[in-house]
């Protein structure tokens, strides 16, 4: 069964600072990965996807960074914003087949001034 | 460009009553899906449709029906609304193939009495 683990549930910590969210999954075979933000009372919003092949890929100061052979990813935000504070859920798409993607529960970030 | 709009944002139902949960979108899309949200759960899929004319159950379709009425809109109908169905209902669009992102609305928060 596709799965999609991520960690931690939840996460604290204060503004300026640095912080990285993991995803583990188990879908197969892998087409992509993509990390998505969810503000509180709003639908979730793609920040980014990686594809098989791409190890790093950057939007603003949002790093996603995917590692095929151990199924794993990570989201990296650099100097943390009050605006950051969200849910990021990690969504991974199967090829062939069902295009239905696996979610994850996903992480919730709050930021402290 | 409104994007993916859905109707109406907040919703009080006695269990044993029906309603139904619209969404349209302005994208063009063919996918449509409808998921819920709970907390701890995150986003479970409740039915999908890949293309107009077609709709497919999801991981919890029970007590829901759904229908593509055309290209842009995509209805979630809840016959006898029961305690349990108490949640926040997102209605989202996509391009065909698992490469293209979900285009999310702002959801449809329910509490069943």
């Known amino acids: 069964k596709n799965q999609v683990e991520q960690s931690p549930q939840s996460l604290i910590i204060l503004e300026g600072k640095n912080c990285t969210l993991q995803?583990?999954?188990?879908?197969?075979?892998?087409?992509?990965l993509r990390w998505y933000k969810q503000d509180t009372g709003r639908g979730p919003v793609s920040l980014t996807i990686?594809?098989?092949?791409?190890n790093t890929k950057s939007n603003g100061r949002y790093t996603a960074t995917l590692d095929a052979d151990t199924k794993q990813s990570s989201l990296h935000i650099t100097a943390s914003q009050l605006s950051d504070s969200a849910s990021y859920i990690c969504?991974?798409?199967?090829?062939?087949?069902?295009?239905?993607?696996?979610f994850g529960r996903g992480t919730s970030l709050i930021v402290h001034p | 460009n409104a994007g993916v709009t859905q109707t109406p944002k907040f919703q009080v139902l006695k269990t044993g009553q029906s309603m139904t949960l619209q969404c349209a979108q302005d994208m063009n899309h063919n996918s449509m899906y409808w998921y819920r949200q709970d907390p701890g759960m995150g986003l479970r899929l409740i039915y999908y449709s890949a293309s107009e004319g077609t709709t497919d159950k999801g991981e919890v379709p029970n007590g829901y029906n759904v229908s593509r009425l055309n290209k842009r809109e995509f209805s979630l109908r809840l016959e006898s609304a029961a305690p349990s169905q108490t949640s926040v209902y997102f209605c989202?669009?996509?391009?065909?193939?698992?490469?293209?992102?979900?285009?999310f609305g702002n959801g449809t928060r329910l509490t069943v009495t």
């Open positions: 990686m594809t098989f092949s791409e």
């Open positions: 995803c583990n999954y188990t879908v197969s075979p892998f087409s992509n």
């Open positions: 989202a669009s996509s391009e065909t193939g698992g490469y293209s992102p979900l285009h």
């Open positions: 969504v991974v798409s199967a090829s062939g087949g069902s295009y239905i993607p696996t």
